[in-house]
């Protein structure tokens, strides 16, 4: 049961144009929503977040859009950069007790960003 | 930042011995530690919740005989496979939250590096 979802494997975009990452949830539990971007090899790096009460969220070239009624977030990145290549995770987690424990981030599967030079 | 080290990044054993990962809060103190697993191009599946002096909390289907997990410290918690198996061969990733950030829940983790186990 994918509560998270990233229906797009793979994205391809060209230097300087906008990313855009789409997102996806089922559970209307989820109230904290955040971007994670991962190297291979590595760990998953902290992006940016939102909260369930606001619509947009922005830092630096980074955004993040919410939209609670069709369950759908998506991150922007404008411009694009050939570094911003990775693979981007959004996650999500609730206030209350879910599921026997709290504070658990569920992750969605990921798409990979190729941002060509 | 807060920095969480995992160690080893890399591990190669043999069916049936045990190996034991370590997670590490380099510069804050960390009471809940996450324990993740990542199967080749799939999403972060969380495997346990350690807790600081108190017993680990299993997700739904892990086994937690063959997952050991001990949180010993503030600063240090480690999952053991034991009897490793190839199907055991994956990418486990540790993360922890600072202590003390509230409200916890919409506190960013803190991810490790990641160890990569093969099992032969």
């Known amino acids: 049961d994918q509560q998270v979802k990233q229906n797009s494997p793979s994205l391809s975009v060209q230097e300087g144009r906008i990313s855009i990452l789409n997102c996806d949830y089922t559970?209307?539990?989820?109230?904290?929503f955040l971007w994670y971007k991962k190297y291979p090899a590595e760990g998953p790096t902290f992006l940016i977040s939102?909260?369930?009460?606001?619509d947009k969220n922005e830092d630096g070239r980074f955004t993040v859009f919410l939209n609670k009624s069709a369950k759908h977030l998506s991150l922007h990145i404008v411009p694009s950069q050939p570094g911003d290549s990775a693979v981007y995770f959004c996650?999500?987690?609730?206030?209350?007790?879910?599921?026997?424990?709290?504070?658990?981030?569920?992750f969605g599967t990921g798409t990979l960003l190729a941002v060509q030079p | 930042g807060a920095v969480v080290s995992q160690h080893p990044s890399r591990v190669i054993c043999k069916s049936g011995t045990s190996v034991k990962i370590e997670c590490r809060s380099l510069?804050?103190?960390?009471?809940?530690m996450f324990w993740y697993r990542q199967f080749p191009k799939q999403s972060l599946m969380l495997m346990a919740t350690?807790?600081?002096?108190?017993?680990?909390?299993?997700e739904q289907g892990v086994e937690k005989d063959k997952f050991l997990i001990n949180h010993a410290s503030l600063t240090l918690s480690t999952l053991t496979v034991t009897s490793a198996h190839p199907e055991d061969s994956s990418f486990y990733i540790c993360?922890?939250?600072?202590?003390?950030?509230?409200?916890?829940?919409?506190?960013?983790?803190?991810f490790g590096n990641g160890t990569r186990l093969t099992v032969t």
């Open positions: 993360s922890a939250r600072l202590l003390g950030q509230e409200p916890s829940y919409n506190s960013p983790l803190h």
């Open positions: 559970n209307s539990m989820f109230d904290y």
């Open positions: 939102i909260s369930s009460i606001k």
């Open positions: 996650a999500a987690s609730a206030r209350v007790n879910y599921g026997g424990a709290t504070n658990k981030l569920i």
């Open positions: 510069d804050f103190q960390a009471t809940t």
């Open positions: 350690s807790n600081e002096g108190s017993k680990a909390t299993y």
